[in-house]
């Protein structure tokens, strides 16, 4: 185990690997801090205990430099991570803006309206989405604001971060264009189904866990623009064999979203999320628990209902482990997959997201 203490005042605390320190203009809140470093790539963990912080690798989790020999393709994946954050697309302002005023008892519905009408294309979908099947009343609304209460802010909210994702999941290889579609469509699923069992569990965070569902797999996206833009010779060549593409994902985007989540400044339990949504244990510590496994079971169940990134993906939801945490039985599973497909159309159709 690698650890390194330092006094919180001093605020230098270094990456367990290399040695690098973490960046000065840190503001630290919480009892734990999850980074990957922007020398190494590697992920660790910092603990506070009052004043005292020690850093040290998470368990389980070797060095990455020793897992990707040189000339590998894994090697050449990491080498591009530093060059990919800087190309990173933006998280929307809009989004961020309406996320926090959610979170605030003292915003009012016309303040979110406010916000939204200026934008059109989140206005539009705002619209569409109080007046679909699934929310519309005996008659049409064609007023913002009376759209925006049918549907309550927690769903407003929710659609701006779908409608605002729209960037996020883009690529110029026209032979990966339905891949990123489906990858797409996966998240916004996820997103939703974790909002879901929220409620259910009583999560009084609703709306943080559907963004950390919607964004729980952006390594891939980030990964598929790494191979297929800005790697050549084989790998780029063999990027649409899913085979190869699968492995390369499934080993490489837990990681790539860490340093996406911390790149954008998002508070570590995102980057919990993002980074050990296939693996809770590898959670670092008990307070990002619980949305670290609502996200994991909502993973699975979109992709049971159909909503996988992987066209024929099979899973099973007995005995999942997630399930188990949340003391979700299957009688509560079922009655969440029954009307989770017509939920999902309505948001799609609302976002403008085609079925093919």
């Known amino acids: 185990m690698h650890n390194v203490g330092v006094?919180?005042?001093?605020?230098?605390?270094s990456c367990p690997f290399c040695s690098e320190p973490l960046p000065e203009d840190r503001n630290p809140r919480e009892t734990a801090e999850l980074h990957a470093c922007q020398r190494c790539s590697n992920p660790f963990v910092v603990k506070w205990d009052g004043s005292h912080g020690v850093a040290h690798a998470l368990e389980h989790t070797p060095d990455i430099r020793q897992m990707t020999p040189e000339r590998s393709m894994g090697s050449g994946i990491v080498k591009r991570i530093p060059d990919?954050?800087?190309?990173?697309?933006?998280?929307?302002?809009?989004?961020?803006?309406?996320?926090?005023?959610?979170r605030d008892p003292d915003v009012s519905m016309a303040d979110l309206v406010q916000v939204i009408q200026q934008d059109q294309v989140i206005a539009v979908a705002i619209m569409r989405l109080a007046n679909s099947a699934m929310f519309g009343g005996l008659q049409a609304i064609k007023d913002l604001n009376a759209a925006c209460s049918r549907l309550g802010m927690k769903n407003v909210a929710n659609t701006v971060q779908v409608v605002v994702s729209n960037n996020l999941f883009v690529t110029s290889?026209?032979?990966?264009?339905?891949f990123m579609w489906r990858l797409w469509r996966h998240s916004i699923a996820t997103a939703h189904c974790a909002s879901r069992i929220a409620i259910m569990t009583s999560e009084p965070r609703s709306e943080a866990v559907f963004l950390a569902g919607l964004i729980h797999d952006i390594g891939k996206a980030m990964l598929l623009d790494i191979v297929t833009s800005e790697c050549s010779g084989v790998l780029g060549e063999r990027a649409t064999e899913?085979?190869?593409?699968?492995?390369?994902?499934?080993?490489f985007h837990p990681l790539l979203g860490l340093h996406i989540v911390q790149r954008w400044r998002l508070p570590h339990e995102f980057r919990a999320v993002t980074y050990a949504h296939h693996?809770?244990?590898?959670?670092?510590?008990?307070?990002?628990?619980?949305?670290?496994?609502?996200?994991?079971?909502?993973?699975?169940v979109v992709k049971a209902e159909g909503y996988g990134v992987y066209e024929g993906e099979e899973v099973s939801l007995v005995n999942h482990p997630s399930?188990?945490?949340l003391n979700l039985s299957d009688i509560k599973l079922a009655a969440l997959r029954i009307d989770l497909s017509d939920k999902l159309e309505a948001l799609f159709d609302a976002a403008g997201i085609p079925d093919e």
């Not at 290889?173 to 339905?178: E, H, I, S, V």
Request: net charge negative; charged share 30%; hydrophobic share 40%.
């Open 84 to 102: 990919a954050m800087e190309n990173l697309p933006v998280l929307p302002e809009v989004s961020q803006r309406v996320l926090a005023m959610v």
């Open 242 to 251: 899913q085979t190869l593409l699968r492995e390369v994902l499934d080993r």
């Open 323 to 325: 399930a188990r945490y």
């Open 279 to 300: 693996d809770p244990e590898q959670c670092p510590t008990e307070a990002w628990l619980p949305m670290t496994h609502i996200v994991a079971l909502s993973n699975t």
């Open 173 to 178: 290889d026209k032979r990966l264009r339905r």
């Open 7 to 13: 006094e919180k005042e001093q605020a230098v605390i």
